[in-house]
């Protein structure tokens, strides 16, 4: 009899732990996927100091809340390109401006930028979720699309990580130039499946970022980065992604690379500008 109220305190154990762990990853997930990141005052005002060619941006979203970040655009110049940035799930975007916040000797002269921090981070308002970062990302192509300097026709996504598929999801919805996937990944669900493989994370994740559902009817060029050492989102998701796109596409594999240093890699940028300014010829 011992043994047998032994086992049935193991099964116990084993329905509590089958149970329980799916349930708090379900309630968590939220936090998971959007780690936010405020923005001080006082960290805004070094911004502007330090980057007086960025201009502070705000636009209400459908449900009246804030969004909030910064414009970079050449002066004195006709019509120019311009690129929205989507960042990572841990991402403040003013970073950014390191590399695009002089539009004269960044390192995309003559392109204008749309830094744009999602619900819930920098000084955005709300809270994030993946229908509320498809809907702000409409909103912020059909403003930009009237903003003065701006070619209306010349506008490119710019998905990192996370941001990837939000750019994805933009690209099925609206016209772009082009699309710039950094670390992208084939859908949140695969990359889940990857970590929890003992996991019902097929019903568990609330916001699944399906882009490789998208890919096979997306026409616009595609460069896609693809980190050779991720060790965040696996290499061989963005090698899915890039495999099912059907418009034109290239490919840049950053050897040796981790998921936060592709940047600094010295074919990057160059890649980046290239990709840019074709798509504007």
């Given at each position: 009899?011992?043994?047998?109220?032994?086992?049935?305190?193991?099964?116990?154990?084993?329905?509590?732990?089958?149970?329980?762990?799916?349930?708090?990853?379900?309630?968590a997930?939220?936090?998971?996927?959007f780690?936010?990141?405020?923005?001080?005052?006082?960290?805004?005002a070094?911004?502007?100091?330090?980057?007086?060619?960025?201009?502070?941006?705000?636009?209400?979203?459908?449900?009246?809340?804030q969004?909030?970040?910064?414009?970079?655009?050449?002066?004195?110049?006709g019509?120019?390109?311009?690129?929205?940035?989507?960042?990572?799930?841990?991402?403040?975007?003013?970073?950014?401006?390191?590399?695009?916040?002089?539009?004269?000797?960044?390192?995309?002269?003559?392109?204008?930028w749309?830094l744009?921090?999602?619900?819930?981070?920098?000084?955005s308002?709300?809270a994030?979720?993946?229908?509320?970062?498809?809907?702000?990302?409409?909103?912020?192509?059909?403003h930009a699309?009237?903003?003065?300097?701006?070619?209306?026709?010349?506008?490119?996504?710019?998905?990192?990580?996370?941001?990837?598929?939000?750019?994805?999801?933009?690209?099925?919805e609206?016209?772009?130039?082009?699309?710039v996937?950094?670390?992208?990944?084939?859908?949140?669900?695969?990359?889940?499946?990857?970590?929890?493989?003992?996991?019902?994370?097929?019903?568990?994740?609330k916001?699944?970022?399906?882009?490789?559902?998208?890919a096979?009817?997306?026409?616009?060029?595609?460069?896609?980065?693809?980190?050779?050492?991720?060790?965040?989102?696996?290499?061989?998701?963005?090698?899915?992604?890039?495999?099912?796109?059907?418009?034109?596409?290239?490919?840049?594999?950053?050897?040796?690379?981790?998921?936060?240093?592709g940047?600094?890699?010295?074919?990057?940028?160059?890649?980046?500008?290239?990709?840019?300014?074709?798509g504007?010829?």
């Amino acid at each position: 009899m011992a043994g047998e109220g032994l086992f049935v305190a193991a099964l116990k154990i084993a329905a509590a732990v089958a149970i329980g762990l799916p349930l708090v990853l379900y309630l968590a997930q939220d936090s998971l996927i959007f780690y936010r990141q405020p923005l001080a005052e006082a960290r805004s005002a070094q911004i502007a100091r330090a980057f007086p060619a960025a201009q502070a941006f705000a636009l209400a979203a459908s449900d009246g809340s804030q969004l909030r970040g910064w414009l970079v655009r050449p002066h004195d110049t006709g019509p120019v390109p311009l690129v929205l940035y989507f960042g990572g799930n841990a991402e403040e975007v003013s970073w950014m401006l390191e590399a695009v916040g002089d539009p004269v000797r960044g390192e995309t002269p003559g392109v204008a930028w749309l830094l744009v921090n999602y619900r819930g981070y920098g000084m955005s308002e709300g809270a994030p979720s993946e229908s509320a970062l498809a809907g702000d990302a409409l909103a912020l192509y059909d403003h930009a699309r009237r903003l003065p300097g701006i070619d209306a026709g010349s506008l490119f996504a710019f998905g990192r990580s996370l941001g990837s598929g939000v750019a994805v999801a933009l690209a099925a919805e609206r016209a772009l130039r082009g699309v710039v996937l950094v670390n992208p990944y084939d859908s949140l669900v695969a990359v889940a499946r990857h970590y929890y493989p003992y996991l019902p994370v097929s019903w568990m994740l609330k916001h699944r970022f399906d882009s490789i559902g998208r890919a096979p009817a997306l026409r616009a060029p595609l460069l896609c980065v693809i980190a050779e050492r991720d060790e965040v989102i696996p290499p061989q998701h963005g090698e899915r992604l890039f495999g099912a796109w059907a418009g034109p596409k290239r490919k840049l594999l950053l050897a040796g690379a981790g998921h936060n240093d592709g940047d600094t890699a010295p074919q990057f940028w160059p890649e980046v500008r290239a990709f840019l300014a074709a798509g504007v010829q």
